[in-house]
Structure formats: structure tokens, C-alpha cells
């Protein structure tokens, strides 16, 4: 298996919005009865775009074909499912840009080469009305500089350093866990209070 | 706490580099494994320490009601395809990697988070992980627990530790004693409304507190499971004389000379008197009422008797059409409390609210009584040993005769995966944790409660406080 990468990536962006979106809007329950994780992109927001009906935001023509989608407050809140991030990259989706992140989403994002771009409320705004003014406005995120680019704009946002790390140069994880085994078994011999 | 138990699991502390965490205790269930499993397959690791992990089969599993005793038909042979791949996917990869499982007909099946508990699992100052984000509810023990992704699960399996950061601390005290009528669901959601479904985003929070300590074990996993439901990490409950009464001569307890070794051990966990949180939040068990929520996340949530608030009323534009959208989903009038709105389906049950204390609230109101015309309640116990307990006190016929579905062990209606579910419109008074739209079934509408409020509703086909209804206890 190998680690996803990521450096940067320029695209229009898809804008939905709302706050606390969380992670049965992203893939309803009925689509975790799955045993692998390719094919989730029709599932994405199955439920979600039924709320919003002929206004759905990523079935506007402009909106085809985005890798960045723009979200409000504490995305990805809720249950844990991995298949959240999934269903977003199976979808064509590299970045997120929110202004705020649920926990347990974010990093589970970073381990499957979505990267989450939490920005400053000011900042946030400006893309939004950015992208609500010429939808097919570039947006660059650039995650070596963590930087965001847009209308002429930059703004900053940090990832986590190991995540980064791990997305810039393609580092595997459970690679660099299983390095640390001798240093594992050691602290459960002690724990254990094994001679 | 949280310092004593996180520096104790530090294998190697976080620089450039996230922290090595060991884990002691590794929960799996069906939905989020297989593909931790295969990811092994792919590297021909295998499980590195299955006598730390177990198994259950919990959220595809279907809830039909059986004969007394749970005799007939295996409950394999009501389940869809896709779920019967994922289960039969479950057991292989236990039977491959030595992994303790709890399957859909054993006696000890159930809720990754009722049993873990109840077989003397959870202990305090462990750490333990699941592929679930209401993992938080073993915190009540004193452990730090908390839900991970798949990614993780492959992690833990190949390896038993994780890599963190270590997460920042938020106290919140519930002072003074809960009034009559008002329990342990109502505090949590009391706390969610106030701080927020993001409110402790990248914190542990430590309950702490007079109307805390008086929670018995049942109550306290009520309040550190729905930790998540507020953005935190995990939720922890210092250990006492109350934790370790419900740990003495559970199956998987340390006994004999190891029981006063860990005692020894758990007893020094709780926070010192000097320690320092980087947040503190203060509730007055007094001013509580029963709790319900009107919206559609777990922070939409209000008093009862108090009115919905008016999105008119609210100041930040994004909050605003947040609450509009919700009432609109919910069908709910803003300004007027929900007391008396029309309930179709009351559901008993979940990890939140499906233990034998929950069952006996429930019963307790639902006892002598019929469940209203035209409504549906369901009652699922959260596992094979609460349905036995329930059943040798009769809670089974007091539902039964109120005309309530008394149904087998599993997530139900809360995750909405195994067929137990709303139709599009119906509204429901859940004991669950999640009001998100559609959890309960895609256009079901949610409103969150206790036990009590959920059988009130049940009884009368509205929203009802159940301090109005005359309780036999």
C-alpha cells in the first residue's frame, strides 16, 4: 500500500457553506455496509442534497469537476467513519477549507491525502465572497507553504507537522509505527511488570 | 487524571513527531474493521496483540423480537446481504488473527460499549480505543478512551499503539444534587447545549462534581459517552468506591491479589487537588430540567418547558440559517417550548441509553400503562446479559403488555443500519445520541431524551415531561 501524497493542488472550488456538517450528512449510515473503500463517491451527501433540493451547491455546472470544496464550522463532526474522507476523495476532492474542523475527521482526512485547511474567519470570508463573486476562480492550497491563494490573496494554515510531513514526502504511517515496535514491546514489559 | 493516564501510556513522548501511545484495550466491531483488516492482508502483518483486542457485532445486526428465551430462527437469517458480508468478514478476520469474538447468537453479544463494561473490560487508567467515537463512554471508569478511524484500527492491530497529540483539558463541574425527575442524560445534554457541539474540540473533558459522584456507573457512561457529541476527545470520571463496587467479580476483573494490586493503582488516579485544567465550565445540578432537543445536532437542545429559540433572536448570520434550516427539517415552531409536539416512534435503547437502569426508568413509567395509539415504541437492551437481567425482573412483560416491541441486542434505531428505522417524516423520541438529519432513517426527525421523557412521549403520543406523569417506582 502506499502512502498518498500531496503538494499542492490548483482548482475551482465547490461552496457548501454550513456549519457543523458531520459525518452521517457526508455518507448516511446505509453506505458503511461496505467492506472495502473504492466506490464511495456516489454516496457523498446522499441525504444532505435533499435539503437544499435544485439549490444543492456541488450540482451546479460550475462546481464540476472541483478538488476543493469550502465548508463553515466543525466539518466533519459526529461519528467516526473513515468512509467520510473516502466518499470526499472518491468524489475528486483534495482539500477541504473550513473554518474549523471536528477532531477525528481531520485526522482521518490527512491519512487518506485529503488535506484540512482550517482558515481565520476574516480570511474564510474573503474566499467565500471570492468564489461567490467569479465561481470559477482558482484557488490554490499549497500545503509546503500552507498557504491558501485566491483573487490575488494569500492566507495561512497550519497541518499538523507530522501529518504534513507524512503528506509531503508520502512517510507511511504504520511504516513508522512498526519501526517503534521494539520501543512498544519495551513499555509493555514494564507495564506488565514482566522481568 | 488525564496526565497520570496519558504520561503512564507514553512509549515515546511527542516532539516533531507525534506522541507513542500503547493501548491497552482494543475494541472492533463489524462496520469499521474490514478494511483495517485487509490493510494488514496487504502487508501480511497480522494482529500484534489479539489478547487486547475483542470483538463484538453490534451495528448491522438485526433486532427482531424472538421467542422467550431467545429461541428460533439464528438472527443471521434476517440480515441483508451486505450486512451478512460485513459480519461473516468480522468473524473470519477474528478466527485469522486469534481475536475473541462476540457474534450475533452468542450469550454475550452486544454494543462494543455495554459489553466492554460489563465483562470487566473497561478498567480505569487504561487506555482504549475503537473504531467508534462513542468509545468515550468507558471515560466513566477512569480510562482514557477514545474513537479512532479505520486507518487507526489497522494501526492499533498491526501494532497497539497510536500516534497523538496530546489533547488539552477541560473540567466541567456539575455541582449540588439533580431534582427528582432529571438524570444523567439530561446533564450531558444540559452541557452540550451550553458549551456547543464544538465546544471541547481537541480536549479530554473530566466530569467532576457533586451530582457527578452520585451517578452510579450506568448514569456516568451516559454522561462520558455523549462527550463526543460536544467535539471532545474523550470524557473521564475519576474513579471510586462506586467504579470499582461495579468492577469487583466481573469476568474480566483482576481478582485475588492482582484485584488489591489494581486497586491500589486506581485509587491514585483521580486529579490531584492542585491540578490545573486549561478550561473550567460550571453547571448547577439545581437549576436542571429534563432535556430535549428541538434541532438537528446534539447542541439544539433545551429545558422541556422552555421555549425553542428564535432564530430571529440569534446574532451570527451562519447560526442563524443554521437554526432556521433545523426547524425547518424538525417542523418545529420557534418561540413555544415542544412540550405537546406529536411523537410516531419512541425508541429505548443505544449505547447512550440501553442499560438495565435505562430499561428499569423506562419501565417505570411505562408500567400499568399503554403505549398511545398510533405510536410505535421499541425497546432495545444493549446486550445479551441486560436482556437476561431484564427479563429475570419482567421488565420484558411490562413492555410487552404496555404494547411496546421488546427486541435483541444491537445499535438499532441510533445508527439506523440493520432495517430498525424511521420513515421519511416520522418524527422520534430517542434515547440515542445523534439528532443529526436522517440518522434514524433518511427524512426521520429526532428529538433526543432520557429514558423517562422517551417512555412520557410513548405514553401520551407528545412530547411529555415525565415529571407530570405519576411514577410507581
Known amino acids: 500500500m502506499t502512502a498518498p501524497q500531496f503538494t499542492r493542488v490548483t482548482s475551482h472550488a465547490a461552496s457548501l457553506v454550513a456549519d457543523d456538517v458531520d459525518t452521517d450528512q457526508i455518507i448516511p449510515a446505509r453506505f458503511l455496509k461496505v467492506t472495502d473503500r473504492a466506490g464511495l463517491g456516489p454516496a457523498l451527501f446522499a441525504d444532505f442534497r435533499a435539503g437544499y433540493g435544485a439549490a444543492w451547491p456541488l ?9 476543493i470544496l469550502i465548508v463553515g464550522r466543525n466539518f466533519g463532526c459526529g461519528s467516526s467513519r473513515e468512509h467520510a ?33 482550517a482558515l481565520g474567519d476574516a480570511e474564510h470570508a474573503a474566499l467565500v465572497a471570492a468564489v461567490t463573486t467569479d465561481r470559477g476562480t ?43 515496535l521494539p520501543a512498544i514491546a519495551a513499555w509493555e514489559r514494564a507495564r506488565d511488570g514482566a522481568p | 487524571m488525564f496526565a497520570k493516564v496519558w504520561d ?98 452468542g450469550e454475550r ?24 467515537s462513542h468509545t468515550s463512554t468507558h471515560g466513566a471508569f477512569g480510562a482514557l478512551a477514545f474513537g479512532i478511524g479505520t486507518s487507526e484500527v489497522a494501526h492499533v492491530l498491526a501494532t497497539q499503539a497510536l500516534l497523538q497529540r496530546r489533547p488539552r483539558t477541560l473540567r466541567i463541574t456539575v455541582d449540588g444534587a439533580l431534582p427528582a425527575g432529571v438524570v444523567a442524560k439530561d446533564v450531558i445534554l444540559a452541557i452540550i447545549a451550553r458549551i456547543g457541539v464544538g465546544g471541547a474540540t481537541g480536549c479530554v473533558i473530566e466530569y467532576a462534581g457533586a451530582a457527578i459522584r452520585a451517578l452510579d456507573m450506568e448514569a456516568r457512561m451516559t454522561v462520558c459517552n455523549m462527550s463526543i457529541e460536544a467535539g471532545a476527545r474523550a470524557g473521564m470520571i475519576a474513579p471510586d468506591d462506586t467504579t470499582f463496587a461495579y468492577l469487583a467479580g466481573r469476568p474480566h476483573a483482576p481478582a485475588g491479589a492482582a484485584w488489591d494490586r489494581a486497586l491500589a493503582l486506581w485509587r491514585a488516579l483521580p486529579t490531584d487537588p492542585d491540578a490545573r485544567f486549561e478550561r473550567e465550565v460550571t453547571l ?17 437542545g433545551a429545558a422541556i418547558d422552555a ?81 437476561r437481567a431484564a427479563e429475570a425482573e419482567g421488565l420484558d412483560e411490562v413492555f410487552r403488555a404496555a404494547g411496546a416491541e421488546w427486541r435483541t441486542p444491537g445499535c438499532s434505531m441510533c445508527i439506523a443500519m440493520n432495517g430498525d428505522q424511521l420513515a421519511p417524516g416520522q418524527l422520534a423520541v ?28 410513548a405514553v401520551t403520543g407528545r412530547v411529555t415531561d415525565p415529571r407530570t406523569l405519576e411514577v410507581a417506582r
Not at chain 2, 441483508?80 to 457474534?103: E, F, K, S, V, Y
Not at chain 2, 411523537?343 to 408500567?367: E, K
Not at chain 2, 432495545?380 to 436482556?387: D, E, K, L, R, T
Open chain 2, 8 to 105: 503512564a501510556h507514553l512509549v515515546e513522548d511527542e516532539g516533531d513527531a507525534p506522541a507513542v501511545l500503547g493501548v491497552d484495550l482494543h475494541l472492533v466491531h463489524e462496520v469499521t474493521s474490514p478494511q483495517a483488516f485487509a490493510a494488514l492482508a496487504a502487508r501480511g502483518l497480522r494482529a500484534r496483540r489479539p489478547d487486547r483486542t475483542v470483538a463484538t457485532m453490534d451495528h448491522s445486526v438485526p433486532t427482531a423480537p424472538r421467542d422467550r428465551g431467545g429461541r428460533g430462527p439464528s438472527v443471521l437469517a434476517t440480515v441483508d446481504d451486505a450486512g451478512r458480508h460485513q459480519l461473516d468478514t468480522l468473524a473470519r478476520n477474528c478466527a485469522a488473527h486469534g481475536i475473541a469474538l462476540h457474534g450475533v447468537d
Open chain 1, 138 to 180: 482558482p484557488v490554490t492550497v499549497d500545503l509546503a507553504a500552507e498557504q491558501v491563494e485566491f483573487a490575488g490573496r494569500s492566507a495561512g494554515f497550519t497541518v499538523e507537522p507530522f501529518a504534513r510531513r507524512c503528506l509531503l514526502d508520502g512517510v507511511d504511517e504504520l511504516g513508522y509505527l512498526q519501526a517503534r
Open chain 2, 307 to 387: 421555549p425553542v429559540p428564535d432564530p430571529a433572536g440569534v446574532a451570527d448570520a451562519d447560526e442563524r440559517a443554521a437554526l432556521t434550516r433545523a426547524l425547518a427539517y424538525m417542523r418545529v415552531e420557534a418561540g413555544r417550548p415542544l412540550l405537546g409536539h406529536p411523537v410516531d416512534v419512541v425508541f429505548v435503547g443505544s449505547c447512550t441509553n440501553g442499560r438495565l437502569s435505562d430499561l428499569r426508568a423506562a419501565a417505570s413509567v411505562l408500567r400499568g400503562r399503554r403505549v398511545a395509539a398510533g405510536v410505535r415504541a421499541l425497546v432495545v437492551p444493549g446486550s445479551q446479559a441486560v436482556a
Open chain 2, 284 to 300: 448547577a445540578a439545581a437549576g436542571l430540567a429534563p432535556m430535549v432537543t428541538f434541532g438537528t445536532h446534539p447542541g439544539m
Open chain 2, 430 to 457: 430517542s434515547t440515542s445520541n445523534r439528532n443529526f438529519e436522517g440518522r434514524q432513517g433518511a427524512g426521520g426527525r429526532t428529538v433526543l431524551a432520557s429514558p423517562l421523557t422517551a417512555a412520557a412521549a
Open chain 1, 85 to 117: 474522507p473516502w466518499a470526499l476523495v472518491a468524489a475528486g476532492f483534495r482539500a477541504v477549507i473550513a473554518r474549523s474542523f471536528a477532531d477525528i475527521f481531520r485526522g482521518n482526512a490527512v491519512k487518506n491525502g485529503l488535506v484540512p485547511v
Open chain 1, 59 to 67: 450540482a451546479r455546472p460550475d462546481a464540476a469537476g472541483a478538488q
Open chain 2, 109 to 132: 453479544q452486544g454494543i462494543v460499549h455495554v459489553i466492554g463494561p460489563e465483562l470487566g473490560l473497561t478498567h480505569p487508567g487504561m487506555t482504549i480505543v475503537c473504531g467508534d
